[in-house]
């Protein structure tokens, strides 16, 4: 809901009823990851996507009916070989999508929680999507030092869940991770397929993460524009005043000048394993000290520009300087894929689907020399579900 989040909130704001759809679970080929939502208000109007297209209009109707009923569905999507022409998903995937109502003042979790998401203040939003009656739709928004909204209906062991709910949630929202969790009406881990289980879908709202480009030069200015493209936020830092400057760089969201290796010993409380480094400097003085330290940090990717020679001249002293492989192994170098780049753009690129690989588990192959899943990085939905069989839609 983070893309569509400010005219969720002025929907809320102006007492207007809307239902929100989300993916809450894919399976093979399926166009858009858990999280992704489509709301449609009260008036019609529709905002975001859970599919790119495939079951657009099918979720727009669950949607206008959830807003009649005021009751939420959990909804399966999939291929069916015996009618293609009126099926959602004809790329083969299986999608699941919680359809939930909301009505302005009326749920305090998921007041909260837009409210949040739409401020910047990291939150889990944690929904139940299937167990009792009673239960589906309850919304928890969980932040670093307080919770919203409750568990209140049932047995008297509700107050176990919301606190396992709670702590789930919260250690998610630490971690940046969104997903599905299942427990017990007690509030223990259990399988899906059990009989009393709640599930839980937590969507962690978090800061945007972080790009660190080191070294401000020409091809710096092309990755800090793909960078912002990619939903990072962008610091350019180089120890030159001449050459790090918000003129030379509009588009960083900030522009330090200070020596690399030094700006980050200062940011070691804000950079985690989503945070990549792009080290563009290719300067033994700056980037030894840097690397040295980089490659010891828990962060999501470390990559340095240079020639081979540069680079076996570099990975020299940084063994000098005590790193273990496991520690160089780390090192992308020289960054990037190869494409046969030459310009700044072309090279931004490359190292832009570097970065996506190494995140997503991607081979770097093209698509067309394989035939396995196009998508590495999405946990297939369980063989048991409380999701409906997959519904055959036209979209």
């Given amino acids: 809901m983070q893309d569509i989040a400010e005219q969720l909130r002025a929907w809320h704001a102006s007492g207007r009823s809307f239902a929100v759809a989300t993916v809450v679970g894919v399976s093979g080929s399926a166009p858009r990851d858990p999280g992704a939502a489509l709301a449609v ?60 109502p909301v009505v302005p003042g009326a749920d305090p979790g998921m007041d909260a929680g837009l409210g949040c998401i739409a401020d910047g203040t990291p939150v889990a939003l944690a929904r139940v999507i299937a167990g009792p009656a009673g239960l589906l739709g309850a919304t928890l928004a969980v932040t670093a030092d307080g919770v919203h909204g409750a568990l209140s209906v049932g047995p008297s062991t509700v107050g176990a869940l919301e606190r396992a709910v709670v702590a789930e949630a919260r250690a998610m929202l630490e971690a940046g991770r969104t997903g599905r969790i299942v427990l017990g009406l007690d509030g223990r881990p259990c399988d899906d397929r059990d009989q009393g289980t709640v599930t839980c879908f937590v969507e962690s709202y978090v800061p945007a993460p972080r790009m660190l480009v080191f070294g401000a030069i020409d091809f710096a200015a092309a990755v800090v524009r793909i960078g912002r493209f990619l939903g990072y936020r962008v610091t350019v830092c180089d120890a030159r005043p001449v050459f790090a400057t918000t003129r030379r760089f509009p588009e960083a969201d900030e522009v330090v000048v200070d020596w690399p290796h030094r700006y980050l010993d200062s940011q070691l409380d804000r950079i985690d394993g989503r ?121």
């Fill in 41 to 100: 208000d009260a008036t019609g109007e529709a905002i975001g996507s859970v599919s790119g297209g495939c079951v657009e209009g099918a979720v727009y109707e669950l949607c206008q009916a959830a807003i009649e009923s005021g009751e939420p569905v959990l909804e399966r999507f999939g291929y069916s070989d015996e009618d293609a022409f009126a099926v959602g998903l004809t790329c083969g995937g299986i999608l699941d999508v919680f359809v939930q």
């Fill in 275 to 395: 945070t990549v480094l792009c080290v563009l400097t290719h300067d033994a003085k700056f980037d030894i000290p840097l690397l040295e330290r980089a490659l010891r940090l828990p962060v999501g990717y470390v990559g340095a520009m240079g020639s081979r020679r540069t680079h076996r001249d570099r990975e020299a002293k940084l063994r000098e300087a005590g790193l273990t492989d496991t520690e160089l192994g780390r090192l992308r170098s020289p960054i990037g894929l190869d494409l046969g780049s030459r310009t700044p753009e072309e090279t931004a690129v490359s190292v832009a689907a570097e970065i996506i690989a190494h995140r997503r588990g991607g081979s770097c192959l093209p698509l067309s020399a394989g035939n396995g899943p196009i998508h590495h990085d999405v946990a297939a939905v369980p063989a048991e579900s409380s999701a409906k069989a997959p519904r055959p839609h036209a979209a």
